[in-house]
């Protein structure tokens, strides 16, 4: 089990338990994306993309241990202790990047309703 998950701990949780820097973008996309529908209503992104390298991408889904909902866990702790809400359930999708990527991972997200 350890040899499963050594490489989405790599990408979460860096040595130190500092905070991954995968985690930092998802919660900052829901900072940056956030929508005030009123004084008791901010609306965040639900819908995220992980584009990661496709042998990154390999590693993570061949041993058939679910990263999504571990993430789309961490969106929704973060996003109770901000006080946003959802306009749909919160899906998080890993995709192998397109072309030749030169970055380990990109983060796309958006609202989509329900």
């Not at 996309?29 to 992980?50: E, K, S, T, W």
């Not at 998080?92 to 072309?99: E, F, K, S, T, Y």
Request: contains cysteine.
């Amino acid at each position: 089990m350890e040899r499963w998950t050594t490489p989405l701990w790599d990408l979460l949780l860096p040595p130190k338990q500092r905070q991954g820097e995968l985690v930092a973008i998802l919660r900052r996309h829901c900072d940056d994306n956030a929508l005030i529908l009123g004084r008791q209503r901010v609306v965040v992104p639900n819908a995220f993309v992980i584009e990661l390298l496709p042998e990154i991408h390999r590693r993570l889904t061949a041993h058939g241990v679910p990263l999504e909902p571990c993430l789309v866990n961490v969106v929704y702790r973060y996003a109770a202790e901000r006080g946003y809400s959802f306009a749909g359930r919160v899906a998080v999708d890993l995709r192998p990047a397109a072309g030749e990527a030169t970055v380990r991972f990109r983060v796309h997200s958006r609202i989509a309703p329900a």
